[in-house]
């Protein structure tokens, strides 16, 4: 792992050498953010989230937070500090429109009805007795997001389930209405709600 790692910030170094001058967003994603995110943000590698439909206002945020290091999760530091810390504002700006432009592929399937069912419930209307709110209040009806809220639709699984437990700890400071959410979710609640996101 830590061989692969470090071959690929050799490329990487190799990469950013051979663009000195601004690049547009397109060229950044097929030379670089597709290595991992798949072209135009569509992966099927559940190590990488989705990027394609994701919204601009969002994955600005989260580009900044990388390149500033506030989202400190492990993850984030070995895949995307380094990276970010190369882009300028103008080229944030740019991948986020680009990004944003892309059609997400629809790769989830329902592989646990029962789960899929009690993710639906929970996203849709949450769990008053449990203090549980509707995602969908802020991630909106089809998940789809808007602005400040990620886009979770079509997400992966396992990103999914990994975002949700690293809200238990602050390795991702800005997100102070989700330290709060998770605090009613059980694990049960995790999967079944990963399950119904990655399905839509
Ligand atoms: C070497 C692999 C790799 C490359 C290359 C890469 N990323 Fe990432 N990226 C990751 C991983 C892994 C994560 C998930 C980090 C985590 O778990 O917090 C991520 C997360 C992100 C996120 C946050 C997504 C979210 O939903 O919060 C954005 C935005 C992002 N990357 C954009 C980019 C852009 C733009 C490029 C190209 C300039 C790029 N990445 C190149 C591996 C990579
Ligand atoms: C009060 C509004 C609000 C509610 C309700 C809410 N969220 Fe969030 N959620 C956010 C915001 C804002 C972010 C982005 C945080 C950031 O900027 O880091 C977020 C981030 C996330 C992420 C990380 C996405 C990524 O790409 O890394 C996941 C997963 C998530 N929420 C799932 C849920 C689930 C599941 C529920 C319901 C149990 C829920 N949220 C309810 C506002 C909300």
Redesign the pocket.
Known sequence: MMKNLIKISFFLDLIFSLNANAETADRLDKQLCSICHGVGGNTTSEQF?MLAGQNAV?FT??MR?FRDKS?ANLNASRFMWGISSRLTDEDIDKLAAYFEAQTPAHVGKITDQVKYDQGKT??TI?DQSRG????A???GEKAQGGA???R?AG?HEEY?KK??KVFYGTE?P??V??HE?VKA?TEKDIEA?AQY?QAQ
């Open positions: 989230p969002y945020s989260q937070a989202r929970l996203f949450g549980v709110p509707a995602c209040a802020c991630h400040t809220m990620p979770l997400q999914l975002q949700l991702r800005a997100a209405a989700m959410i979710l709600l996101l």
